[in-house]
């Protein structure tokens, strides 16, 4: 048996997390944004983050699944599946193997516990590093099928890590293979004017509930030389009623590429890229909670599906 399925097996047998070489590669900037930000327990204690929102994550599936266009296949690879909240959705769709890869071990831990029913844990391959060595998870000739949800391109900010790590997940692709991806890009810039959204949201604090208000400030800074910009998000969480702090204030970035660009640097790394449209227009519960709520941010109106085909 070829050395990556070695691993698999054994990390299968566990149904728990264990660590994927790599991390050591891993700009240190991006490192402390995933400690900021994605390991934050408090941030995921917010009723309104979508960690662990069933059914928004089962409408991504849903959708990912129809711009997808193929029969599932048995091995699914998720390249920064964060609290793995696509996996169940995944497996009850015919999925028979998850191989699942993050820099956020806290995320991965957390997502584990609460998002995968016990049954489901020992079909998930479930690994904390870096995509770029994913490759000793996979089989020995790629996946038929990678799907990677909540806006996950755009983490690495920098021009050549993000020209790295477009080429990490095509390779992971076996010849033919398909990766489905939601993008906002630029479409989800501050406006002309105040780039700060507020609203209120319920802290669910381990001495009882609390009323908060989450407010975040998106400013764009292009990028010198080039038509890439970074957009910055500033969060803060306080309590409602008394301004104290409920989760630490940090920002964190997104890199946003212009749809022409974001072609080539897939061309590139040999994939063929097609922007399948608003995710909203493949989804009727987006659109609902959209028009109904408008509580999706980035994973709302601005969101796009893209198809990548590996030739």
């Known amino acids: 048996m070829a050395h990556g399925m070695a691993e698999t097996s054994s990390a299968t047998e566990t149904g728990g997390v264990t660590e994927l070489d790599g991390l050591d590669l891993v700009d ?29 994550s ?41 191989v699942c890869v993050d820099l956020s071990r806290g995320a991965l831990e957390a997502g584990l516990a609460r998002n995968v ?3 489901f844990r020992p079909r998930l391959d479930v690994r904390h590093g870096d995509v770029r060595a994913a490759a000793r998870a996979l089989p020995p000739g790629g996946a038929e099928f990678a799907f990677m949800g909540g806006n996950s391109l755009g983490d690495v900010t920098d021009p050549g890590g993000h020209e790295r790590f477009i080429a990490a997940l095509a390779g992971a692709l076996a010849p033919g ?9 630029g479409r989800y ?5 105040d780039g700060t959204t507020e609203w209120p949201e319920l802290y669910r604090g381990p001495d009882g509930d609390v009323e908060a208000v989450d407010r975040r400030r998106r400013t764009l800074r292009p990028l010198d030389g080039t038509p890439m910009a970074v957009l910055s998000v500033a969060c803060e969480v306080v309590e409602a009623a008394t301004g104290r702090t409920v989760v630490p204030p940090h920002t964190y970035e997104k890199l946003a590429v212009p749809d022409d660009v974001l072609a080539e640097q897939f061309a590139r790394a040999g994939l063929e890229l097609t922007d399948a449209g608003p995710v909203a227009e493949w989804s009727p519960y987006h659109r609902d909670r959209i028009d109904r709520v408008g509580d999706l941010g980035m994973l709302g109106e601005p969101d796009h599906w893209y198809r990548a085909v590996r030739a």
């Open 58 to 98: 089962r409408a991504e599936v849903a959708a990912a699944l129809r711009v997808y266009g193929r029969p599932l296949p048995s091995l699914v690879y998720l390249p920064c599946c964060g609290p793995l909240r696509h996996a169940a959705p995944l497996l009850e769709a015919g999925a028979e193997r998850l």
């Open 177 to 185: 293979g398909v990766l489905v991806f939601d993008y906002a890009g």
């Open 189 to 193: 810039a501050p406006d002309a004017g």
């Open 28 to 56: 240190p900037g991006l490192m402390r944004m995933v400690g900021e930000h994605y390991d934050s327990e408090p941030l995921m204690r917010l009723a309104g983050e979508i960690h662990f929102d069933a059914e928004l």
């Open 117 to 119: 029913p016990a049954p």
